[in-house]
């Protein structure tokens, strides 16, 4: 679902980044879930994947 939201919103996505995601704990899908309801561009999403916030 969550990489439905992301195509939906930044329409395509890198495929070292979907396989990050692919990679990620559902905590960890479920926030990130919730931060790209504010994300405008991929740029967003590595700045969260990269963060230090990012739930391990």
Not at 8 to 16: A, S, T
Not at 31 to 54: H, K, M, P, Q, R
């Given at each position: 679902?969550?990489?439905?939201?992301?195509?939906?919103?930044?329409?395509?996505?890198?495929?070292?980044?979907?396989?990050?995601?692919?990679?990620?704990?559902?905590?960890?899908?479920t926030?990130?879930?919730?931060?790209?309801?504010?994300?405008?561009?991929?740029?967003?999403?590595?700045?969260?994947?990269?963060?230090?916030?990012?739930?391990k």
């Open positions: 679902m969550v990489l439905r939201l992301l195509h939906r919103q930044l329409r395509e996505l890198n495929p070292d980044l979907q396989a990050q995601i692919e990679a990620l704990s559902l905590v960890q899908l926030e990130l879930g919730e931060a790209s309801l504010d994300f405008i561009s991929e740029a967003d999403l590595v700045n969260w994947l990269d963060s230090d916030e990012t739930p």
